[in-house]
Structure formats: C-alpha cells, structure tokens
C-alpha cells in the first residue's frame, strides 16, 4: 500500500493537483465513483452476473474509490488498515456469531 500511494502523490505532485484534494473534494469524488459503480449493477437481475467487459469496468470504479480513499486518508494522517482492524472488532461486538449468523438484521434489532 505505502507503494501505490507513493506512486499516487508523486503523479498528483507532479500535476500540482494537491491544491484540489481537499478532505471535501475527495469525499465528493469517492461518493461519485461509488454511484458509478452502482451503475452496473442498477438493472441486472438477482442472480445476473457481469459480462467480463463489465467486470473491467467495475474493476476500474472500484481502482478509482480505492485511490481518492487512499489519498484522503494520508492527507487526513489516517492509518485506514489501523482504522479497518479496529472496525472489525467493533463491528464482531455488534454483531456475535451466535445472534447474526445467517440472519441480516442490524445490530440493534438483533
């Protein structure tokens, strides 16, 4: 990961784009990459799946929400795989196997 975002700041410094990167921008821009890729999934049927031409392009979606998050969380001085483990914990106290396996109720109906 420390790779990638090397390679990410350097292509933004290098375009003086860290004037537009503010907390705000990146947070509008993951929310309008995340309903692109709600897109191709808007009319497909239950049990449809993507064609592999609609698979690259979900791919690319999901590349473009995994760098602004990524540029927002260094900006922001955010370890997010610190943050991503501690919501996992988080998230085992809500929901015990015992009460949630298999069941998708929230955790204050559960």
Do not use: C
């Not at 990167?21 to 239950?46: R, V, Y």
């Not at 392009?57 to 991503?84: C, F, H, Q, T, W």
């Amino acid at each position: 990961m420390k790779e990638i975002l090397k390679e990410l700041i350097q292509f933004r410094n290098d375009r003086d784009w860290e004037q537009f990167h503010t907390p705000k921008n990146l947070a509008i821009s993951i929310s309008i990459e995340a309903a692109e890729l709600l897109e191709h999934f808007q009319w497909l049927k239950e049990n449809e799946d993507l064609t592999s031409e609609k698979r690259m392009e979900v791919a690319k979606e999901m590349a473009d929400i995994y760098i602004y998050l990524l540029m927002m969380s260094n900006d922001m001085g955010i370890d997010l795989l610190d943050e991503a483990k501690k919501k996992i914990k988080e998230n085992a106290k809500k929901y015990p196997v015992e009460k949630s396996k298999g069941n998708m109720k929230k955790y204050n109906e559960i």
